[in-house]
Every structure is written in structure tokens, then in C-alpha cells.
């Protein structure tokens, strides 16, 4: 299969045959109207302090000194937030990291 054809209106001036190497999947965006983005979770408070709930952990990294960095995706945030957080920091997480 190298080419993928398209049957759209007479009106329109389109040609309607298109190469399957150049098409892509569609990727939701994450908006729901244009310009409008949708707002991330809100943190959450533990013992008066801001938390964020982690979806998953990405990578880690062990610093010259030992100490262990993870690479932690937020879950309800875009990749673009991915962030490195020390290990230490991670003491009120729900399950062992």
C-alpha cells in the first residue's frame, strides 16, 4: 500500500490521493476549545505542605555522592513537567519508589 485515497466534496479543490508514508496518527490535543488548556490537578496538602501525586517513574540517576535522583512524571501534567527529584523527597509516597 503506498497511497491512500480520500473522497471529499466536489466543491472542494483538493487532490485526493494521499502517500501512506506522509500520514501520522492523530494525537488528542489537550484542549478542549482552541486556546482554552485544560488546568492541571491542584496539590495536595499534607501536613500543611504542597504534594503532587506521581503517575509513574521515568528514570533514575545515582549523583557522584550517592545520592538517588528519580525522574518522575505528575500525574494530570504534560511531559514537558517531567522533573529529577531526590529520593529523600519521596517520604510520603504510598508505595516504596
Given at each position: 500500500l503506498t497511497s491512500l485515497l480520500r473522497a471529499f466534496p466536489p466543491t472542494w479543490k483538493i487532490h485526493n490521493a494521499f502517500r501512506v508514508q506522509?500520514?501520522?496518527?492523530?494525537?488528542?490535543p489537550n484542549t478542549v476549545f482552541t486556546g482554552c488548556q485544560l488546568l492541571p490537578p491542584p496539590p495536595v496538602?499534607?501536613?500543611d505542605q504542597t504534594q503532587y501525586?506521581?503517575?509513574s517513574v521515568l528514570a533514575h540517576r545515582r549523583h557522584w555522592n550517592g545520592t538517588?535522583?528519580?525522574?518522575?512524571h505528575w500525574k494530570g501534567y504534560d511531559p514537558?513537567?517531567?522533573s529529577w527529584v531526590p529520593e529523600?523527597?519521596?517520604?510520603?509516597a504510598r508505595r516504596p519508589v
Open positions: 506522509l500520514l501520522k496518527p492523530y494525537r488528542y496538602l499534607v501536613h501525586e506521581v503517575e538517588l535522583e528519580l525522574l518522575l514537558f513537567e517531567d529523600s523527597e519521596m517520604g510520603n
